[in-house]
């Protein structure tokens, strides 16, 4: 069945996605523009966004916000969905997209999508991780993204904000040490936009907030349905927490790459 081509920009930020993109951008055939802003690939992502009929660009990564409001202004058209390469939009939510772009929405000023995440082979219905509301196909004169790296969000205003129908599929970790590789480059970024924001460590943060993600994951938001997952993803979520603080602590103490203070 044919898909009609719609006035909406597809825009995706890449780097070293060969295995992913492809399925990202085949996931929503109804954009009549799709941006792919890759920062120095050195795997086939360019080659493969060329192929799939992308307007490519390569440019220097400006940080996850920066980077994502880059490609919103490459888009040719007002409306804008964005996706990360490690996504695609589930059938239904793509018939979803289609049926509101295709009727008048001078109202509405974008519209969240249920993110659903897989991690080691299945999707995650607990942990505060089901369903993930994230602002994706919006407006670009009304809003745009802002946040603070690495969590990055999209904000609009003059409109109201409606939900999809359907699941945005997020394929996030390949494994555990990909995971873990994200958390440290992840809480290194956090660290340091703390400290940009005069935020002081404390040794309550250290020894409490950990503690209060894993008991808001694993118990109050039932992770525990999920089984093993639930739990490891409870137990990484502490740390990541915990490694956040620890390495303000380590800036704040004059030693952002631990080396003695002396030397």
């Known amino acids: 069945m044919s898909v009609p081509t719609l006035p909406v920009s597809l825009c995706v930020i890449t780097r070293d ?42 440019e220097p990564f400006r940080g996850h916000v920066a980077q994502k409001a880059r490609a919103v202004e490459l888009a040719r058209h007002d409306w804008v969905l964005c996706l990360d ?21 001078d109202a509405v000023a974008g519209y969240e999508l249920a993110r659903k995440t897989c991690y080691a ?25 802002t946040g603070r790296d690495p969590h990055d969000r999209v904000e609009v205003a003059g409109g ?18 990909h995971h873990l590789d994200k958390v440290n480059r992840y809480t290194t970024t956090m660290a340091a936009g703390l400290a940009e924001h005069g935020k ?7 020894l ?4 209060a993600r894993f008991v808001r994951m694993y118990l109050l938001r039932r ?7 639930g739990f490891l ?23 952002p790459h631990g080396t003695p203070r002396g030397k």
Request: with cysteine; proline share 4%.
């Open 233 to 255: 993803l409870a137990t990484i979520g502490a740390f990541y927490v915990f490694l956040k603080y620890a390495k303000l602590w380590e800036r704040q103490r004059g030693t």
């Open 85 to 105: 390469a490690d996504e695609e939009l589930s059938p239904e939510l793509a018939a979803a997209v289609v049926r509101v772009l295709s009727a008048p929405r």
């Open 17 to 58: 996605e060969e295995q992913r993109l492809a399925r990202c951008l085949a996931s929503a055939p109804f954009a009549a523009d799709i941006v792919v802003l890759d920062s120095g690939s050195t795997d086939r992502t360019v080659a493969l966004a060329q192929a799939a009929g992308a307007r490519t660009f390569v």
């Open 200 to 206: 002081r460590f404390r040794w309550s943060d250290l």
């Open 223 to 229: 992770g525990f349905l999920d089984g093993g997952r």
């Open 121 to 145: 082979g299945r999707f995650i219905e607990h942990g505060g991780w089901w369903p993930e509301w994230r602002l994706r196909l919006f407006d670009r004169r009304r809003g745009g993204w």
């Open 208 to 211: 409490f907030r950990p503690l």
């Open 160 to 177: 109201p904000v409606a939900r999809l129908d359907g699941a945005l599929f997020h394929y996030a970790y390949r494994d555990l040490e």
